[in-house]
Antibody
Framework: QITLKEPGPTLVKPTQTLTLTCTFS??????????VGWIRQPPGKALEWLAL???????RYSPSLKTRLTITKDPSENQVVLTMTNMDPVDTATYYC?????????????WGQGTLVTVSS | SYELTQSPSVSVSPGQTARITCSGD??????VCWYQQKPGQSPVLVIY???ERPSGIPERFSGSNSGNTATLTISGTQPMDEADYYC??????????FGGGTKLTVL
């Protein structure tokens, strides 16, 4: 059974850097074709993709947020970390990490419960 | 940049067929997947690679993709199917793209 978990609710101040750790089980990020992605959803709004990292350490970022995002992995700890710099109140959202299986057409078959990040002074 | 367009809302009576569409330029040349999201819950994958159903997803969910439009079809819609539905695809420059979502109301 695949599970992913993000940290609990987070409050950050404007201009600060957000660091989120996704801890997963049930798969390995060293298996060919596997990836983990981050997606966010502002309250009442649509899903927005942020970044993903593949088993071979290839990384992809949303073009609109690329300058602010960094994604890394620690396969030995079964963790993927996302950092987002210069946080703003418009970045308030629920942040999800999700698993992408090989040959899945780039779909996310398992999602974490999500963590609410609030940006406020 | 590549974009996916969904109608904001669709309404259907219980037992009828619901069709939710997602449009994009030459979308039929790409794989599309669909997610169901109920209030306060994480998204759930209901269709991947245009028409494949993950294990545990009821057979009433089906998908198709051709030309500029992908369609999620729910046959015999049940009240429990009331949710937001998002389409998603992949683009070589924009990478992962989500549609704006469609709210399905079963009434």
């Amino acid at each position: 059974q695949i599970t992913l978990k993000e940290p609990g609710p987070t409050l950050v101040k404007p201009t600060q850097t957000l660091t989120l750790t996704c801890t997963f089980s049930g798969f390995s990020l060293t298996t060919s074709g596997v990836a983990v992605g981050w997606i966010r959803q502002p309250p009442g709004k649509a899903l927005e993709w942020l970044a993903l990292i593949y088993w071979n350490t290839t990384k992809r970022y949303s073009p609109s947020l690329k300058t602010r995002l960094t994604i890394t992995k620690d396969p030995s700890e079964n963790q993927v970390v996302l950092t987002m710099t210069n946080m703003d109140p418009v970045d308030t959202a629920t942040y999800y990490c999700a698993h992408q299986a090989p040959y899945s057409g780039s779909s996310y078959s398992s999602w974490g419960q999500g963590t609410l990040v609030t940006v406020s002074s | 940049s590549y974009e996916l367009t969904q109608s904001p809302s669709v309404s259907v009576s219980p037992g009828q067929t619901a069709r939710i569409t997602c449009s994009g330029d030459k979308l039929g040349d790409r794989y599309v997947c669909w997610y169901q999201q109920k209030p306060g819950q994480s998204p759930v994958l209901v269709i991947y690679r245009d028409s494949e159903r993950p294990s545990g997803i009821p057979e009433r969910f089906s998908g198709s993709n051709s030309g500029n439009t992908a369609t999620l079809t729910i046959s015999g819609t049940q009240p429990m199917d009331e949710a937001d539905y998002y389409c998603q695809t992949w683009d070589s420059s924009t990478y992962v793209i989500f549609g704006g979502g469609t709210k399905l109301t079963v009434l």
